[in-house]
């Protein structure tokens, strides 16, 4: 079946009414508890490497589409675990996120199933396009409260050829001043890490203008994810080492227990109703979940 | 509100002033308020060749004055339009319907810069090239550059999502703007994202960003600033046949590399901009490319070497590699300065935008020169290539019976021909009035209802900057005019 017959398939599935969920493979919190579970296509329709742009089906495992760019020497700026659609969906970017920018900028064109049931258009294959309002990133982080994404055109990047994790003492910040566009800078309280890409002399010099250590790994993350503004990562001084690790630059803090409800001004709440009693009226789509709640 | 209560609103008093005039009158300072004919006149138009009207203009200095306007608006029912610097060019800030003016161009301080974090808190009247000026002591830059920097202001690149020459490796403005704080089109003010990267709920930033004034006004932006590079290296590659230099392009993406800048520019734009600044340009040729690849130095000498080897297999003629900042300089302000080179050939240009997938670049640029020599028209093109974003320019002299009807004929043919071959209708300039009625060629009734859902949600009185964008009368009731100069 090609992909376009198989949106069609998608979207009887999804139908005009009645509440039903939507699952990829589960590993980003997965579908809404007792309630009809339908998947997105898969498949890779097609790679551009001169474009640098690949089309798949929603449902494609993150993993096949990043073999599959491999071999072109490309890759896409997703974290590479669970669906294309499911991370789309969550919207959370990747510790690459200050050098590579997030998520919610790789998708070019998207199709989703409304609540209606019917195949919606949003964006254009090119890397580059203003025509219309943005719907692409309206439905990236949207989890399903919008719309069931089908198929998406995604930009993808070079693959680094040369990729190295260093570590280091020194203050983080002093680090994110003096390197040039590191792809990550991650810091615990004691220890810095620095991941670099690029030419391998350009690798080295700043390695050692900067006196980083050569490490395999970055180290690892605790479950949940806090985002807070970069500039108040310096209060996480005061705050004992090791239960943390904060992305310096991006905002993102990695930590054991979950971040407090976000506390959303009225104004913002009255938008994401409106916006939502539009797209979904009669909130069938991912029923009872709320943006707003979720973290 | 009736239509007829709108048009009693225009009408007026007499002592000169219409009561909408007169209310406004008492929420500003009187001088911020502006109803003499001339001065309107001023504000009907923006770059397009497209007129509106507009009732009144009002300048706003704050937050507070552009939510008073907007209550206003709601109380009176009449339309209101931000309007940045007017350098638009496809009738954004058209006002219409008589709609009420609102200019940002006295909101123009740049309200904090975290040099560390690299953001920027600013009004939407700051102009994009004064906040990379004010700033460059700190080692950093605002990366979105539209040629028209000089001039136009960062709530205008906001709204239409603007693009320049450095976009291809750092994206255009939607990648480098974190929050906006707007009033909503019901005069509530709010802030779409946040300094924190992954803000709760729905995109509202990135949904703001390019809505082309239609979703509220913009009072404050929260920029993204980059690191200025280390290394850079601009380099001018020259063709005899555009189809090798178009090539080109596709060659070097396909090969890993993604230069800050590869720009185009053909003969007649070479010839028009080496009269007008000499720089020693390759105007015997039919092509040249503008590539600039940045970094640090392994990088940049790597990149230099293998985008000459790659040139090399599609028939370069010279390669030139500007020796110096001074150099460098000249370069860039050939590409920049095409529009006022232009001015040389004829009176009058008319700029197209569209997208076409790269490797299409040779096919649709033939067609674009058939277009144009069938409707005995001079066209030039001076565009962003590294992203297939074409840049059409018909110069023309309005006073040739018959001319401006060719003129839309053939940019009509131009959109659709890119469309055809895989292609967008906008890479950078935006919709608005110009090519809304277009918009079918790319989405279909249910695609552009989503889009007018989306609208609705944001302003469901269709008060923001009406009548743009969206082809039919979007669910607001609102049956389109036809604004002077049209050509769809
Ligand atoms: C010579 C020339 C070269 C150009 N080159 C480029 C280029 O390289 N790349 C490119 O992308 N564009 C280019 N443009 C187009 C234009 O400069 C851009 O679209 C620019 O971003 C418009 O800014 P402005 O302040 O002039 O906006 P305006 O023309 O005043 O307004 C444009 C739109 O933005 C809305 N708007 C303005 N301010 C606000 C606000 N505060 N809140 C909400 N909505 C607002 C208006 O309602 C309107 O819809 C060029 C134009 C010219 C004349």
């Given at each position: ?71 072109h020497g490309q890759c896409v700026v997703i974290a590479d675990f669970g669906t294309i659609g499911g991370a789309l969906a969550v919207g959370h970017s990747d510790v690459r996120r200050l050098s590579w920018g997030p998520v919610r900028d790789t998708v070019l064109q998207l ?185 | ?335 920049k300065s095409a529009f006022g080179a232009i001015a040389r050939i004829k009176p009058n240009y008319y700029l197209h935008d569209t997208v076409v997938p790269r490797h299409k670049l040779p096919e649709v640029l033939e067609q674009v020169y058939e277009i144009a020599a ?115």
């Open positions: 079946m090609s992909l376009d017959d198989a949106i069609g398939a998608f979207a009887a599935q999804v139908g005009p009414n009645g509440p039903v969920t939507i699952t990829g493979l589960g590993t980003r919190g997965g579908p809404v508890v007792g309630v009809r579970t339908v998947r997105a296509p898969s498949g890779i329709e097609w790679i551009q490497p001169a474009e640098m742009t690949i089309r798949c089906g929603a449902g494609t495992p993150v993993a096949d589409v990043d073999a599959a760019l491999a071999e199709r989703y199933v409304s609540a209606a049931g019917e195949v919606v258009k949003a964006g254009g294959p090119t890397v580059k396009n203003v025509s219309g309002f943005d719907l692409c990133r309206l439905m990236v982080g949207s989890r399903g409260t919008l719309g069931f994404l089908a198929d998406v055109i995604l930009r993808t990047r070079p693959r680094p050829t040369h990729e190295q994790w260093y570590s280091s003492r020194r203050d983080p910040w002093a680090l994110l001043g003096e390197l040039y566009r590191p792809t990550s800078v991650l810091w615990d309280g004691t220890t810095s890490w620095v991941l670099l890409d690029g030419h391998p002399d350009d690798l080295r010099g700043q390695a050692a203008g900067s006196e980083l250590v050569a490490v395999d790994t970055p180290p690892d993350l605790p479950p949940h994810r806090w985002s807070v503004a970069p500039s108040t990562l310096t209060e996480l001084r005061d705050e004992p080492a090791g239960t943390f690790v904060a992305e310096i630059g991006v905002g993102i803090v990695h930590r054991s227990r979950p971040a407090p409800p976000a506390e959303p001004d009225p104004e913002t709440v009255e938008l994401h109703r409106r916006i939502r009693d539009e797209f979904d009226p009669a909130g069938r789509l991912n029923p009872g979940l709320d943006v707003l709640a979720v973290t | 509100m009736t239509v007829d209560a709108v048009a009693r609103s225009h009408v007026a008093a007499p002592h000169g002033t219409t009561p909408l005039v007169a209310r406004l009158r008492s929420v500003l300072r009187p001088d911020q308020v502006r109803d003499g004919v001339s001065e309107v006149n001023l504000y009907r138009h923006d770059a397009s060749n497209l007129v509106g009207h507009a009732s009144v203009v009002c300048f706003a200095e704050s937050t507070d004055d552009v939510r008073a306007i907007v209550l206003v608006a709601n109380e009176f029912g009449v339309p209101f339009v931000a309007r940045g610097s007017g350098t638009g060019l496809a009738g954004g800030a058209v006002p219409m319907g008589g709609a009420i003016v609102v200019s940002t161009a006295k909101m123009n301080r740049i309200l904090s810069v975290d040099p560390v974090n690299r953001v920027a808190w600013v009004e939407p009247g700051v102009l994009n090239l004064d906040l990379s000026k004010q700033i460059a002591h700190l080692g950093v830059h605002f990366a979105p550059d539209p040629s028209s920097q000089q001039t136009c202001s960062i709530g205008g690149n906001v709204a239409n999502n603007s693009g320049g020459p450095h976009c291809l490796a750092d994206g255009v403005t939607s990648a480098h703007i974190h929050a906006v704080e707007a009033v909503l089109p019901d005069g509530s003010v709010t802030v779409l994202g946040g300094e924190e990267p992954e803000p709760a709920g729905y995109d509202l930033r990135g949904v703001f960003v390019g809505s082309e004034g239609m979703f509220g006004v913009a009072t404050k932006v929260c920029v993204k600033l980059m690191a200025n590079p280390p290394g850079v290296a601009t380099m001018l590659l020259d063709f005899a046949d555009v189809a090798d230099g178009a090539q080109l392009v596709s060659d070097i993406i396909a090969d890993g590399i993604v230069p800050a800048a590869v720009e185009m520019m053909d003969q007649l734009c070479l010839r028009a901009v080496e009269a007008f600044i000499h720089a020693g340009l390759p105007v015997e040729q039919a092509a040249a490319l503008l590539i600039e690849v940045v970094g640090l130095p392994a990088a940049v000498a790597a990149q230099v070497e293998r985008i000459g080897e790659l040139a090399g297999r599609r028939n370069v003629g010279g390669v030139r590699v500007a020796a110096d900042d001074a150099e460098r300089a000249l370069l860039w302000k050939g590409r069938r409707h005995e028209l001079l066209v030039l093109n001076v565009f962003h290539a590294g992203d297939g974003n074409l840049h059409p320019l018909l110069v023309y002299d309005a006073r040739e019976p018959g001319v401006v009807e060719r003129v839309h004929a053939a940019g009509d043919e131009i959109v659709r021909v890119s469309v055809a071959a895989g292609g967008v209708l906008s890479g950078e300039h935006g919709i608005g009035l110009e090519k809304r009625d277009l918009m079918p060629l790319m989405f279909s009734e249910i695609d552009l209802a989503a889009q007018a859902d989306l609208r609705r949600a944001f302003d469901p009185r269709c008060l923001s900057n009406p009548d743009k964008v969206l082809p039919s009368p979007a669910g607001c009731g609102d049956i389109h005019s036809i604004p002077e100069g049209a050509w769809v």
